[in-house]
C-alpha cells in the first residue's frame, strides 16, 4: 500500500503558467482533500470531495480548480499561476466512516517567480 | 482561519519533561483531531476526540477537550527528543466531511 501519492514533489512555475497538481490514494477512501502549508498560517483547506462525483470549496479557493477523475484520484489546477500561490500542497484522504482520520501525501513544493 | 489559533506557537523542553499545547476553535464541531508532522513530510493522525467526549489517552498522549469553551489541550508526557515536531488539532465540521486546521505548535525537545 502506497497510501496517499502526490506528483510532483517539487515545481517552479513563472507567473502566469499553468499546472496540475495529482494526487493518487489506494485506500478506497470516499473523501478527499487539497490544502495549502504556508509559514506561521497551518494548513488551509482549498477544496475537497466527499465522495466521488462532489466537490466543494474550502477556505481559500481563489485561483484553483479540481477534478475527482475517479474513486483514486483528485487533482488540483492552477489554470494561471501567481507569486502569492507558492506554498506547500498537501493532498489527504478519508474512509467513508465518520470518527475517521485524514491520511495525508507528503506534499508538493510549489514556487512560483 | 475558520479553525482559530494554537498556543504556544513555540515549545521548547528538555527530554522527560511534559509538554502541553492548547487550542482553539471557533464553531461547533463533531470531533477534534490531533496530527504530528516533522519537517518537510506530510501530517500523521496521533489522536482523535469526540464532541461528547472531555478526555482521551494514547500511549503517552493525553487530549482533553472542552466544548463549552471550544478548547482543546495535547499533554505529551515523559518527551523524547523524537518528539520534536510540529502538532495541529483540526476540528472535523459539517457531516465529518469538512476539516479546518489551527496554526501549529512548534515543539523542539532538548536531548
Known amino acids: 500500500n502506497a497510501g496517499v501519492t502526490q506528483t510532483p514533489k517539487f515545481q517552479v512555475l513563472k507567473t502566469g503558467q499553468s499546472m496540475t497538481l495529482q494526487c493518487a490514494q489506494d485506500?478506497?477512501?470516499?473523501?478527499m482533500y487539497w490544502y495549502r502549508q504556508d509559514p506561521g498560517m497551518g494548513l488551509r483547506l482549498i477544496y475537497y470531495?466527499?465522495?466521488?462525483?462532489?466537490?466543494d470549496k474550502g477556505e481559500v479557493p481563489n485561483g484553483y480548480n479540481v477534478s475527482r477523475l475517479n474513486k483514486r484520484e483528485f487533482s488540483l489546477r492552477l489554470e494561471s499561476a501567481a507569486p502569492s500561490q507558492t506554498s506547500v500542497y498537501f493532498c489527504?484522504?478519508?474512509?467513508?466512516?465518520?470518527?475517521?482520520?485524514?491520511?495525508f501525501g507528503n506534499g508538493t513544493r510549489l514556487t512560483v517567480t | 482561519s475558520q479553525q482559530g489559533e494554537e498556543d504556544p506557537q513555540a515549545l521548547s523542553i528538555q527530554e522527560g519533561e511534559n509538554a502541553t499545547m492548547n487550542c482553539s476553535y471557533k464553531?461547533?464541531?463533531?470531533?477534534l483531531q490531533w496530527y504530528r508532522q516533522n519537517s518537510g513530510r506530510g501530517l500523521v493522525h496521533l489522536i482523535l476526540?469526540?464532541?461528547?467526549?472531555r478526555e482521551k489517552h494514547s500511549g503517552r498522549l493525553r487530549v482533553t477537550l472542552d466544548t463549552s469553551k471550544k478548547s482543546s489541550s495535547l499533554l505529551i508526557t515523559a518527551s523524547r527528543a523524537a518528539d520534536t515536531a510540529s502538532y495541529f488539532c483540526?476540528?472535523?465540521?459539517?457531516?465529518?466531511?469538512?476539516?479546518?486546521f489551527g496554526s501549529g505548535t512548534k515543539l523542539n525537545v532538548k536531548p
Open positions: 483540526a476540528t472535523a465540521q459539517y457531516n465529518f466531511n469538512k476539516f479546518y
Open positions: 470531495s466527499a465522495s466521488e462525483g462532489t466537490t
Open positions: 489527504a484522504s478519508k474512509p467513508g466512516t465518520e470518527d475517521s482520520p485524514l491520511h
Open positions: 485506500m478506497n477512501h470516499n473523501s
Open positions: 464553531t461547533s464541531i463533531n470531533n
Open positions: 476526540i469526540r464532541s461528547n467526549e
